[in-house]
T-cell receptor, first 118, second 111 residues
Framework: ETGVTQSPTHLIKTRGQQVTLRCSSQ?????VSWYQQALGQGPQFIFQ???????GRGNFPPRFSGLQFPNYSSELNVNALELDDSALYLC?????????????????FGEGSWLTVV | SQKIEQNSEALNIQEGKTATLTCNYT??????LQWYRQDPGRGPVFLLL?????KEKRKERLKVTFDTTLKQSLFHITASQPADSATYLC??????????FGAGTRLTVKP
């Protein structure tokens, strides 16, 4: 158990709809990252939040957006869903300084949210 | 362009043997490299981190090497067991302030 919880675990959406995925980070962790993992691929970095501010972003369009709350939990929002958005969405928490996206601290992943877009 | 390549999609070995997985990268200068284990339908689980100034790191039956000249990391599992069967991912910090993963190698250890 990593202490990182994600919800929902599975969901099905229709193309064009919007979805919100949620993540509770491990206690004491101030940094949350989101990843998209398609079948047979490694996780792809979407963005990271450090103390409620976006602290880095991967090559994803603006319809992927996020929030981090004062308790360091986080949301990933995806608008105008496309079929290619079907994937496992992973949240990872760590304790960082915000200076680097990956400062050598251990990163703990949740079990993910499976999104299917039909 | 930046690339992370893990040697093969799948590796099958016999129980008790040593599994060796490869992670090669190009156009990166990572300060750290990590290895993760991922079981089907689950999130990745951190295994080991190695820094650029470290040549080798060990944890129980696991060993990681990091050659910044060859731009390669090797991940070894000694005395492998069927329970070691999983996908193993390497990850390193990209130049664009992100962390990037390889596609993974699916290891199957046969009894």
């Amino acid at each position: 158990e990593t202490g990182v919880t994600q919800s929902p675990t599975h969901l099905i959406k229709t193309r064009g709809q919007q979805v919100t995925l949620r993540c509770s980070s491990q206690s004491g962790h101030n940094t949350v990252s989101w990843y998209q993992q398609a079948l047979g691929q490694g996780p792809q970095f979407i963005f990271q939040y450090y103390r409620e501010e976006e602290n880095g972003r991967g090559n994803f369009p603006p319809r992927f957006s996020g929030l981090q709350f004062p308790n360091y939990s986080s949301e990933l929002n995806v608008n105008a869903l496309e079929l290619d958005d079907s994937a496992l969405y992973l949240c990872a928490s760590s304790s960082g300084t915000g200076a680097r996206i990956f400062s050598g601290n251990t990163i703990y992943f949740g079990e993910g949210s499976w999104l299917t877009v039909v | 362009s930046q690339k992370i390549e893990q040697n093969s999609e799948a590796l099958n070995i016999q129980e008790g043997k040593t599994a060796t997985l490869t992670c090669n990268y190009t156009n990166y200068s990572p300060a750290y490299l990590q290895w993760y284990r991922q079981d089907p339908g689950r999130g990745p689980v951190f295994l080991l981190l190695i820094r650029e100034n470290e040549k080798e790191k060990r944890k129980e039956r696991l060993k990681v090497t990091f050659d910044t000249t060859l731009k390669q990391s090797l991940f070894h599992i000694t005395a492998s067991q069927p329970a070691d069967s999983a996908t193993y991912l390497c990850a390193l910090e990209g130049g664009g302030n992100d962390m990037r993963f390889g596609a993974g190698t699916r290891l199957t250890v046969k009894p």
